[in-house]
């Protein structure tokens, strides 16, 4: 199957780390690597879907609410 022409093979992997300048020691961050696990991931869809799923439940029923003047 051809590749479609919006695919780039160009990558940001990096095999060895930039060093910088002496000046810029002292202000520089450590380097970090976050990885998620799978059941951290996992929750946090479930979390976002039902957030996602009571603004749309208030959505729909907020203005039917009463405002009780």
Known sequence: MPRSAAQSDFSVTRAEPVALPAVALAV?????????????TRWMLRLTFALLAAFALLCAIGPHIPGGE
């Open 28 to 40: 520089a961050l450590p380097r970090g690597e976050a990885f998620a696990g799978e059941l951290a």
